[in-house]
């Protein structure tokens, strides 16, 4: 999967902290998520996690100096247990620019220049002052390649990077979050799918407050990605958090976790994905017009704000594909340290990056699933679709789950 790498010169740490899998960064606009998974079977083991609330970048949560979240990252850390010193940091798709430029056939060291080149006249930005990356979509008939270009402001990766390097932690890698959520999702869907056909021939729609980006996987491989700008935050909702001590979100807000509409009827909100929706479909339409007729079996939803149950529909009733709400908590147990599946999935495909994949776990079409708005996820259509008001969570936290040898202890919660 695609990724910066981020050079260090504190010696022998990389070497050292190998015995374990690297402990995922997930840089959100509204909070900042740590998760560090361990190899299962059918699922990965949550060793630890946690949610400290607030960003170093603008959004529309608490704005923190990088001394402030450093701090905290430091001592979550360490009172959690999180084991080995490489981080992997996924950051918002917002801060990306990607585009896809066709390259002649070129060896490894000559491509890079080129996308340097072609990345800096295309995107009017500053080499010296940019993070520049790539990758290979694949050859065409007349021998030349597609390669996704992408490049983030060195500023960015810098404060990054900075926050979590202390002592005993540095970050070695930066990733792009849609492109962390989507190693989760194929994953998912190779150990669930029955065909496997079906689990390599998908579109990804990672939606974040200010950008949606569009993935596109055929025969297993990245073959297309649209990053589609707007205003897609949730509207109408409000969230209350609760604070205690020893806990591992971090805030000054009170009061009970609930998550409801301040009296907008849900049923109204699917204009704002009509215009998300027909992006999607000319994207598509694109894809069909140049792959020889290919289209994806499946649009799948996942991303902090994809969880309105009337993007689902709306996106299913324009493409005229199904799509659903992705549920990558499914693929970890102990699934109540990470209570948003979708809001939590960038870091779960960070966490998993240098586990082994999953075995085979077949989910039958047949199974109750959990229904959003008349629909039910990964089982197409369930019945007429209908408004919901709100959505209910628990009152307390609940409870990360860390597992040491066999014996399970119970540690500081995580929420919101």
């Not at 695609?2 to 902290?17: A, E, I, L, P, V």
């Not at 840089?27 to 190899?39: H, I």
């Not at 694949?138 to 979590?164: F, H, K």
């Given at each position: 999967m695609?990724?910066?790498?981020?050079?260090?010169d504190?010696g022998s740490?990389?070497?050292?902290g190998?015995?374990t899998?690297?402990?995922a960064?997930d840089?959100?606009?509204t909070?900042?998520r740590l998760l560090q998974l361990a190899?299962?079977?059918t699922?990965?083991?949550?060793?630890?996690?946690?949610?400290?609330?607030?960003?170093?970048?603008?959004g529309n949560?608490h704005?923190?100096?990088?001394?402030?979240?450093?701090?905290?990252?430091r001592?979550?850390?360490?009172?959690l247990?999180?084991s080995?010193?490489?981080?992997?940091?996924?950051?918002p798709?917002?801060?990306?620019?990607t585009?896809i430029a066709?390259?002649?056939?070129?060896?490894?060291?000559?491509?890079t220049?080129?996308?340097?080149f072609e990345?800096?006249?295309?995107?009017?930005?500053?080499g010296d002052?940019?993070?520049?990356?790539?990758?290979?979509?694949g050859?065409?008939?007349?021998?030349?390649?597609?390669?996704?270009?992408?490049?983030?402001?060195?500023?960015a990766?810098?404060?990054?990077?900075?926050?979590i390097?202390?002592?005993?932690?540095?970050?070695f890698?930066?990733e792009?979050?849609?492109?962390?959520?989507?190693?989760?999702?194929?994953r998912q869907?190779?150990?669930?799918?029955a065909?496997p056909?079906?689990?390599?021939?998908?579109?990804?729609?990672?939606?974040?407050?200010?950008?949606?980006?569009?993935i596109?996987?055929?025969?297993?491989?990245?073959?297309?990605l649209r990053?589609i700008r707007?205003?897609?935050?949730?509207v109408?909702?409000?969230?209350?958090?609760?604070t205690h001590?020893?806990?591992?979100l971090?805030?000054?807000?009170?009061?009970t976790?609930?998550?409801?509409?301040?009296?907008v009827?849900d049923?109204?909100?699917?204009?704002?994905?009509c215009a998300?929706?027909?992006?999607t479909?000319?994207?598509?339409?694109?894809?069909?017009?140049?792959?020889?007729?290919w289209?994806?079996?499946?649009?799948?939803?996942t991303?902090?704000?994809?969880?309105?149950p009337?993007?689902?529909?709306?996106i299913?009733?324009?493409?005229?594909v199904?799509?659903?709400?992705?549920m990558?908590?499914?693929?970890?147990?102990d699934?109540?340290a990470?209570?948003h599946?979708?809001?939590w999935?960038?870091a779960?495909?960070a966490?998993?990056?240098?586990?082994?994949?999953?075995?085979?776990n077949?989910?039958?079409?047949?199974?109750s699933?959990p229904?959003?708005g008349?629909?039910t996820?990964?089982?197409?259509?369930?019945?007429?679709?209908?408004?919901?008001?709100s959505?209910?969570?628990?009152?307390?936290p609940k409870a990360v789950?860390r597992?040491?040898?066999s014996?399970?202890t119970?540690t500081?919660?995580a929420a919101?």
């Amino acid at each position: 999967m695609f990724g910066f790498k981020h050079n260090t010169d504190r010696g022998s740490w990389m070497q050292r902290g190998r015995s374990t899998a690297p402990i995922a960064a997930d840089f959100g606009r509204t909070s900042m998520r740590l998760l560090q998974l361990a190899p299962g079977g059918t699922d990965y083991r949550c060793t630890a996690a946690a949610e400290i609330a607030g960003s170093i970048f603008e959004g529309n949560g608490h704005r923190m100096d990088s001394a402030s979240m450093a701090e905290r990252i430091r001592e979550t850390i360490a009172g959690l247990n999180f084991s080995g010193q490489r981080v992997i940091a996924t950051l918002p798709a917002e801060l990306f620019q990607t585009d896809i430029a066709r390259l002649p056939a070129m060896t490894d060291q000559e491509l890079t220049e080129s996308v340097r080149f072609e990345a800096i006249d295309r995107f009017g930005i500053d080499g010296d002052s940019s993070v520049i990356g790539h990758l290979r979509l694949g050859g065409t008939a007349g021998g030349s390649n597609e390669v996704l270009m992408m490049a983030i402001p060195r500023e960015a990766v810098n404060a990054a990077s900075s926050v979590i390097s202390s002592n005993h932690t540095s970050a070695f890698r930066i990733e792009h979050a849609a492109l962390a959520a989507l190693r989760a999702i194929t994953r998912q869907r190779s150990s669930e799918c029955a065909d496997p056909a079906e689990s390599r021939d998908f579109a990804l729609l990672h939606i974040e407050d200010r950008v949606a980006t569009l993935i596109l996987l055929r025969d297993g491989a990245l073959s297309f990605l649209r990053a589609i700008r707007g205003d897609w935050a949730p509207v109408g909702m409000t969230i209350h958090r609760r604070t205690h001590t020893g806990r591992t979100l971090h805030g000054n807000d009170t009061g009970t976790i609930s998550l409801g509409s301040d009296g907008v009827d849900d049923t109204g909100t699917a204009w704002r994905w009509c215009a998300l929706a027909e992006e999607t479909l000319r994207c598509l339409r694109h894809v069909e017009h140049s792959a020889g007729g290919w289209w994806p079996k499946e649009i799948v939803l996942t991303g902090p704000a994809a969880t309105d149950p009337q993007a689902a529909a709306t996106i299913e009733s324009v493409c005229g594909v199904r799509s659903s709400l992705a549920m990558p908590i499914r693929i970890i147990r102990d699934p109540e340290a990470c209570i948003h599946g979708n809001a939590w999935v960038a870091a779960v495909g960070a966490a998993c990056t240098e586990l082994p994949v999953l075995l085979r776990n077949i989910r039958v079409a047949t199974e109750s699933l959990p229904q959003r708005g008349g629909r039910t996820t990964f089982g197409g259509r369930g019945g007429p679709r209908t408004s919901a008001s709100s959505i209910g969570l628990d009152a307390e936290p609940k409870a990360v789950t860390r597992h040491e040898s066999s014996t399970r202890t119970s540690t500081a919660g995580a929420a919101a």
